[in-house]
C-alpha cells in the first residue's frame, strides 16, 4: 500500500501491518510503531522477536509505551515523558512525505539516560527540523536497566543492544515506505545514546544497518570486559538475595524491578572494583565480542564508517568538576577520534562550547545535554529556556544543525569553524 499523501492522517504499509500517521507543516510523523513484540512473559528477558502483524490500520499519531517508568524529575535537563504499557519496543519515525520514491536520508536516533532512563517520547527529539531540511528521522525506544541490560545465566546478554539492532532491521526492512533510503542511515545518540552508537560500531551483527554515525557526549561504562558482566551479577544476587536469572525476576511487578535496580546501584564497598554505573554493554564476547573502545581504537570492524564525536567542554564540571569531564567524555572521545584518523578511518571531532546564560550551578557552563536542542534546531520546544535562556542564539543552531544534516546526506559535516559555540577538527 503507498503513502496516502494527500490526506491529513497517510496510511503506510508495514511488513507487519498498515500504520496511520499525522500530518504536519513540515512533513508526517508515525508515533509508537511496534518494532518487536513486548517484552512480557517468557519475552521479557528473551532477544527481540518481531511483533504479531494486524490488518486494520494502527493509529500511530501518539506515542507509544517507554521503558522508562519514573518520569521527568525537577533536575532532569531533557523533558522525558514516562508512557505506561507493555510495548515498549516502539519507533517513532518523522518523515517530509511520506514518498515510496524519495530515498531520503534517515537519522536513526538513540536516546541517552544512563541505561536505565531516557525517553523517544521527549518533545527534544521531534524531527521537524530534520524533515524540514530532507532528512528522515527515526527514533527508538529500548528495554532499560535491569531488563536491557543484566546479566542473566538463562538469557542472552545484551538485550538492550539486540533491540537497537531490531530496530535497525526494521527500518531496513520498512523505511523506503515512509521516503527513506534503507542504504543511507546515520546512527546518532546522546550521552548513552552516544554510547550505544560506538557499540553499534563494535558490534559485527550491526553491520550493513548504517552508512554513518553521530556519537554525542558518548558514555559507556569502564571497564568492559567479560568479567564485568557475571560480577554484577554476582553483587545483585549478593545485595538482593534472589538469583540473577530470567527465570527468577520475569513476573515481578515494573516498581519491584526499580527496587532491585536500586538497590543495585547503591554506594558501597562491595562494589569498588566494579565500574561507576553498572548497567549497560558490555564485551559479552559473542554479540559484543571485544570491549568498545578496544574496537574503536584498534580495530578495523568500521574503518569505513564516517564517525563525527564530540563533547560539550564542561559536560559534568557542575557535579564533579573538569576531572570527570574529561575521564568520562572528553578523553575518551579524543582517544577514539585521534586512533581512527590516524589509521585514516573517516572521523570529525567537534567541542560544543557556548554557555549557558541560566543562573544557577550551571551558569557559564556548556554543559551535559546542552547541545541537544541546537543539533535538533528546537531552540523553541519545551524546557529549554530553563537550560539555555529566553534567547539562545539561532545562528549556532543553524550551524550545528547544519553540520549534522550535512553529514546524514553527504557523510561530510564541512570544514568551517563556527566560533562562539561550536567547532571541529577533522
Known amino acids: 500500500m503507498a503513502a496516502d499523501a494527500d490526506r491529513p492522517h497517510p496510511t503506510v504499509m508495514t511488513a507487519h501491518g498498515p500504520v496511520r500517521g499525522e500530518r504536519r507543516a513540515t512533513g508526517t510523523r508515525f508515533l509508537g510503531i511496534p518494532y518487536a513484540a513486548p517484552p512480557v512473559g517468557d519475552l521479557r528477558f528473551a532477544a527481540p522477536v518481531p511483533p504479531d502483524p494486524w490488518t486494520a490500520p494502527l493509529d500511530a499519531t501518539a506515542y507509544g509505551p517507554t521503558a522508562q517508568r519514573r518520569g521527568f524529575g525537577d533536575g532532569a535537563t531533557i523533558p522525558e515523558p514516562s508512557v505506561p504499557g507493555a510495548g515498549i519496543l516502539n519507533l517513532n519515525v518523522f518523515t517530509p512525505g511520506p514518498d515510496p520514491d524519495a530515498a531520503l536520508p534517515v537519522l536513526f536516533w538513540i536516546h541517552g539516560g544512563g541505561y536505565v532512563a531516557g525517553s523517544a517520547a521527549s518533545p527534544w527529539y521531534d524531527g521537524t527540523a530534520f524533515n524540514r531540511d530532507g532528512v528522515v528521522l527515526v527514533s527508538v525506544g529500548y528495554r532499560l ?63 550493513g544497518l548504517f552508512r554513518a554515525a553521530i556519537s554525542m557526549s558518548g558514555s559507556l561504562i569502564e571497564p568492559q570486559e567479560r568479567r564485568v558482566g557475571p560480577a554484577v551479577a554476582e553483587l545483585f544476587t549478593g545485595r538482593t538475595g534472589l538469583p540473577a536469572t530470567a527465570a527468577a525476576l520475569r513476573d515481578l511487578s515494573d516498581g519491584r524491578l526499580l527496587e532491585l535496580q536500586d538497590a543495585l546501584s547503591a554506594p558501597g564497598p562491595d562494589r569498588d572494583r566494579l565500574p561507576g554505573p553498572l548497567l549497560g554493554p558490555v564485551a559479552d564476547g559473542r554479540l559484543v565480542p571485544r570491549p568498545v573502545r578496544t574496537e574503536l581504537t584498534d580495530g578495523d570492524l568500521a574503518a569505513d564508517v564516517p564517525l563525527l564525536i564530540g563533547y560539550t567542554r564542561h559536560e559534568f564540571d557542575e557535579f ?70 529566553t534567547a539562545p542564539p539561532q545562528a549556532l543552531a543553524d550551524a550545528m544543525h547544519g553540520a549534522w544534516t550535512a553529514f546524514v546526506r553527504d557523510l561530510d559535516p564541512g570544514a568551517a569553524l563556527f566560533p562562539g559555540g561550536f567547532h571541529w577538527s577533522s
Do not use: M
Not at 515512509?178 to 550505544?196: E, L, R, Y
Not at 575518551?332 to 546564560?357: K, Q
Open 320 to 389: 564533579g568538576g573538569q576531572e570527570l569531564t574529561d575521564l568520562v567524555f572528553r578523553r575518551p572521545a579524543l582517544e577514539v577520534a585521534r586512533a581512527r584518523a590516524a589509521r585514516g578511518h573517516p572521523t570529525w571531532l567537534y567541542e560544543f562550547v557556548w554557555p549557558s546564560p541560566v543562573p544557577g550551578a550551571r551558569y557559564g557552563l556548556a554543559f551535559h545535554c546542552l547541545d541537544l536542542p541546537f543539533a535538533f534546531d528546537l531552540l523553541h520546544t519545551e524546557g529549554v529556556t530553563a537550560a539555555a535562556g
Open 145 to 207: 536497566g535491569i531488563e536491557g541490560f543484566l546479566h542473566l545465566r538463562d538469557a542472552p546478554d545484551n538485550r538492550g543492544v539486540r533491540d537497537w539492532i531490531a530496530a535497525l532491521e526494521w527500518v531496513r526492512d520498512n523505511i523506503a515506505g515512509f521516503g527513506g533510503d534503507p542504504a543511507k542511515v546515520t546512527v546518532a545518540g546522546q550521552s548513552a545514546g552516544g554510547g550505544a552508537v560506538q557499540t553499534l560500531l563494535a558490534t559485527p551483527a550491526a553491520r
